[in-house]
């Protein structure tokens, strides 16, 4: 009878047959990977058990083969290698020391015999499928070549010059070994080695020759040429990367050469043949570039620098000496030129040969710029050494000024070399002003009233024309600035440059976001660095005379204060008046308020030290300064700028702080002045918290030096000023919060008079300040008990009891000397037994006392 399932049964059923099928055929993959890998790598072979049984396990288990660690290829190559290597070596040595008696003209018969022999080997070899052993004979054949020029040269040509035999030896060789790989053409090793031997022939033997340096070099390029051709149409991979080495190194060689003749020629005419071997290894390069393709950036490079070379080279000697670098850098312009902005040359030239070529000028316009920093440097810094000697008098000019011993002849052209990479950087912005704005349209951009930057991402395009924009505007700055210097000019233009360029680079930042498209943050953070530079090394510079550091620091501290102002309503035309502040205006402001307040605060020590004035006086005078950031804070309230502009002003008035060091009166006016400014500033809600405590603690020590100024040494005297003001200062904070903790309200307050009267107590040998503070403690305590507050009770209660410890301490040492030495330590072991069996009594009355102290507020 036939038993019919269910049909969830069987399909219950039917799905676990299928699951150990699956399983099965994963076994027999692996198994069959298995095998597969042992015949490929170790040919047939006996593998382990058959393992079609349960137990059998994936190789690598424990009854798996283990697989070999080298393969027989490897094995077989490092055999031949090493078997041609050892016989290499015994042919130089039989060729040399060999065969004892035997000359070297029998040696040089017996080892061509061998020669002809291993070159015919290798031919058999080939057509019975010994490829590799045909490579080791065929090495083995081309050493023994060499050794057989050698003997040639030893028994029949000794008389020749050795470096022109060595020429030809290499010529027919490298023909040798040449049309030996054709004929054989199964073997990987004439043809590499014939690439090899070419590059000895042509330089050796101009060498050899006696020609010049400049044939040598013509003999290298030509053999770098030669390489080239190597490179372009030749098939084998291994061929063509030896000719690229050998092409490189003769290609570098020859160049290296022509740019030491170029540089020593002493006339355009001289340099006219070095010039035109770069020219030719420019136009070798630039061909390179053009037909191989993954090498066409650095082939590029190497052609651009050619032609730097060559033009700057003949138009060197026929100008002065301080105009060679300038000669360098008008190569590199023009190179750039001619690359980007001559149609029929762009056309031709794939990207990578552009982005060569344009690479090398930048970089040659980079060093150039890295060759002008020096006077760049000594033209914002000279002004540094008039700190020692503040207001001794106008120098004779701006070199003297600077005080360096500079190449001044060799660095007069730092202006023109500025200027011409400026230019350069202008004409490559002026190509790229074409391209959209990456976010033109974006909805949702909002452009930056300063910055013309936008809400969205900027591209790639962007960035480079903002560093572009960024590069001219500080090269130009740089160019203007070193005028001074190269020029020589008198003192009274070394101090108008400084101030004329830091007026234009602070209406580059007011307006930097009307000259284009965006992102305009990096144009507008250059020029508010320069404009800080400059004002900074200007007003170095004017500390040799009064009238000039007055002038010049009223002057830079209405140009970043105009400037700040300026930048809240000068906005792009598309930008809505109610906008959000951008990020970056209103650092820029920020930075233009600090640099304002601090010019101010030099104005005001120069004004008062030109007046006559003492550093005292000197100092009241500079509270101007605070006392206006303090109005202009209150009227910018919760603008982002006003922290960092008050922040300079507190900076000032700790200058007048500093400056008032010298008189203990003067001192506490201008700390109580500060204190006025500060509670002034506490007024405004958002200052309160800070200007607040500001304002106190500057009352209470200007109130603490008058004390001192004035001979007073008790300490009650400075104390209590700050106590009065803190304990009403609390009890308007109970009335305000009645859950406030007593310590919070009162605790300071107290704290302030009685621990510094309590700590002169103890050195008080008198009866009056125990008194005083004993009968204040005791107040103190039974007000914290009619009230039920914890600070008063707990602070008066120590004090009292602290300074009843101190009436009674001679008495107690009186009585102590009195009693026998042995009582104390008898007294004090009957209290810790008294202690210890009335610990839990203690500890619960210790509990009562704090609970009680808990329930006080």
């Known amino acids: 009878m036939t038993q019919v399932l269910r049909p969830d049964h069987e399909l219950v059923i039917l799905d676990q047959e299928l699951a150990r099928l699956d399983a099965r055929r994963g076994q027999l993959l692996l198994r069959r990977s298995y095998l597969v890998s042992l015949l490929a790598g170790a040919g047939p072979s006996v593998g382990p058990a058959s393992g079609w049984g349960s137990g059998w396990v994936a190789p690598g288990g424990r009854d798996g083969a283990r697989r070999p660690e080298t393969s027989p290829p490897g094995v077989r190559q490092v055999l031949l290698t090493l078997g041609g290597v050892l016989l290499a070596i015994a042919a130089v040595a039989f060729t040399l020391v060999g065969w004892g008696q035997m000359g070297i003209a029998g040696r040089s018969a017996a080892l061509g015999a061998v020669t002809v022999l291993a070159l015919s080997v290798p031919a058999l070899l080939v057509r019975r499928g010994l490829g590799a052993t045909a490579e080791a004979v065929a090495a083995l054949a081309l050493v023994l070549t060499v050794l057989d020029a050698y003997g040639l040269y030893a028994t029949a040509l000794s008389s020749t010059p050795p470096l022109g035999y060595v020429a030809g030896a290499a010529a027919v060789l490298a023909a040798l070994w040449a049309g030996y790989g054709r004929v054989v053409g199964a073997l990987r090793v004439p043809l590499p080695a014939a690439v090899v031997a070419a590059q000895l022939p042509l330089p050796l033997g101009v060498s050899a020759a006696g020609a010049p340096v400049s044939a040598t070099a013509w003999a290298l390029f030509t053999t770098a040429a030669l390489d080239v051709a190597v490179v372009v149409w030749a098939k084998p991979a291994p061929v063509r990367g030896f000719a690229a080495a050998g092409a490189g190194l003769t290609g570098a060689l020859a160049l290296l050469t022509g740019c030491e003749l170029s540089l020593t020629a002493g006339s355009p005419v001289a340099a006219a043949g070095p010039g035109v071997l770069l020219l030719a290894g420019a136009a070798l390069g630039l061909f390179a570039a053009l037909r191989l393709p993954g090498g066409a950036v650095g082939c590029a490079g190497v052609a651009g620098l050619a032609v730097i070379a060559a033009v700057g080279g003949v138009l060197r000697p026929g100008v002065p000496d301080s105009w060679a670098v300038p000669a360098y850098v008008l190569g590199a312009v023009a190179l750039a030129a001619v690359t980007v902005l001559v149609p029929g040359v762009r056309g031709r030239l794939s990207r990578p040969v552009v982005r060569g070529l344009v690479g090398v000028a930048g970089g040659v316009g980079a060093c150039s710029v890295v060759w002008a920093l020096p006077l760049v440097a000594l033209a914002l810094g000279g002004g540094v050494r008039q700190l020692a000697d503040v207001w001794a008098g106008a120098p004779g000019g701006a070199r003297v000024a600077a005080g360096a011993d500079f190449p001044w002849s060799g660095l007069t052209t730092a202006p023109p070399v500025l200027l011409m990479v400026a230019g350069a950087l202008g004409v490559a912005y002026g190509r790229t002003r074409g391209a959209a704005p990456a976010t033109a349209g974006a909805p949702g951009a909002d452009a930056d009233a300063t910055t013309g930057t936008a809400a969205g991402p900027a591209t790639g395009a962007d960035r480079v024309r903002a560093a572009l924009l960024s590069g001219v505007v500080a090269l130009v700055w740089a160019a203007l600035l070193v005028l001074p210097l190269t020029l020589d000019l008198g003192f009274g233009a070394a101090l108008v440059v400084p101030v004329v360029l830091t007026a234009l680079a602070l209406a580059l930042v007011v307006l930097a976001g009307r000259i284009g498209a965006p992102p305009h943050g990096p144009v507008t953070v250059t020029a508010l660095y320069c404009a800080l530079a400059t004002g900074t090394g200007g007003a170095l510079l004017s500390l040799a005379t009064r009238p000039a550091t007055v002038t010049l620091l009223a002057t830079l501290t209405l140009l970043h204060a105009g400037t700040a102002v300026a930048m809240e309503y000068v906005r792009r035309?598309?930008?809505?008046?109610?906008?959000?502040?951008?990020?970056?205006?209103?650092?820029?402001?920020?930075?233009?308020?600090?640099?304002?307040?601090?010019?101010?605060?030099?104005?005001?020590?120069?004004?008062?030290?030109?007046?006559?004035?003492?550093?005292?006086?000197?100092?009241?005078?500079?509270?101007?300064?605070?006392?206006?950031?303090?109005?202009?804070?209150?009227?910018?309230?919760?603008?982002?700028?006003?922290?960092?502009?008050?922040?300079?002003?507190?900076?000032?008035?700790?200058?007048?702080?500093?400056?008032?060091?010298?008189?203990?009166?003067?001192?506490?006016?201008?700390?109580?002045?500060?204190?006025?400014?500060?509670?002034?500033?506490?007024?405004?809600?958002?200052?309160?918290?800070?200007?607040?405590?500001?304002?106190?603690?500057?009352?209470?020590?200007?109130?603490?030096?008058?004390?001192?100024?004035?001979?007073?040494?008790?300490?009650?005297?400075?104390?209590?000023?700050?106590?009065?003001?803190?304990?009403?200062?609390?009890?308007?904070?109970?009335?305000?919060?009645?859950?406030?903790?007593?310590?919070?309200?009162?605790?300071?307050?107290?704290?302030?008079?009685?621990?510094?009267?309590?700590?002169?107590?103890?050195?008080?040998?008198?009866?009056?300040?125990?008194?005083?503070?004993?009968?204040?403690?005791?107040?103190?305590?039974?007000?914290?008990?009619?009230?039920?507050?914890?600070?008063?009770?707990?602070?008066?209660?120590?004090?009292?009891?602290?300074?009843?410890?101190?009436?009674?301490?001679?008495?107690?040492?009186?009585?102590?000397?009195?009693?026998?030495?042995?009582?104390?330590?008898?007294?004090?072991?009957?209290?810790?037994?008294?202690?210890?069996?009335?610990?839990?009594?203690r500890l619960r009355d210790a509990r009562r006392l704090r609970d009680g102290l808990n329930r006080l507020r």
Do not use: K, N
């Open 573 to 841: 035309p598309e930008a809505a008046p109610e906008a959000a502040l951008a990020p970056l205006r209103v650092l820029v402001q920020a930075v233009l308020g600090c640099g304002a307040v601090a010019y101010a605060a030099g104005l005001a020590v120069a004004a008062g030290a030109a007046a006559g004035w003492s550093a005292e006086g000197v100092a009241v005078l500079v509270l101007v300064v605070p006392a206006l950031v303090a109005l202009l804070g209150a009227r910018l309230r919760r603008h982002p700028v006003a922290a960092p502009v008050e922040l300079a002003g507190a900076g000032a008035g700790a200058l007048a702080v500093v400056l008032a060091l010298g008189r203990a009166p003067v001192l506490a006016l201008v700390l109580a002045l500060c204190g006025v400014i500060a509670a002034g500033t506490a007024v405004r809600a958002e200052r309160r918290a800070v200007a607040g405590y500001a304002a106190t603690g500057l009352f209470v020590l200007a109130s603490w030096v008058r004390l001192a100024a004035s001979g007073v040494g008790a300490p009650e005297a400075y104390t209590l000023p700050v106590t009065v003001p803190a304990l009403a200062v609390g009890l308007l904070r109970r009335r305000r919060d009645p859950e406030a903790s007593s310590w919070t309200a009162y605790g300071p307050g107290l704290a302030a008079t009685l621990v510094p009267s309590l700590v002169a107590v103890w050195g008080d040998p008198h009866w009056a300040r125990p008194l005083l503070l004993g009968l204040a403690a005791l107040a103190v305590t039974l007000a914290g008990a009619r009230l039920r507050l914890q600070a008063p009770l707990v602070l008066g209660g120590a004090v009292l009891a602290l300074v009843g410890l101190h009436e009674l301490a001679p008495y107690v040492v009186q009585v102590v000397g009195a009693l026998p030495r042995w009582l104390p330590p008898a007294l004090a072991g009957l209290l810790l037994l008294a202690v210890g069996a009335t610990y839990e009594h």
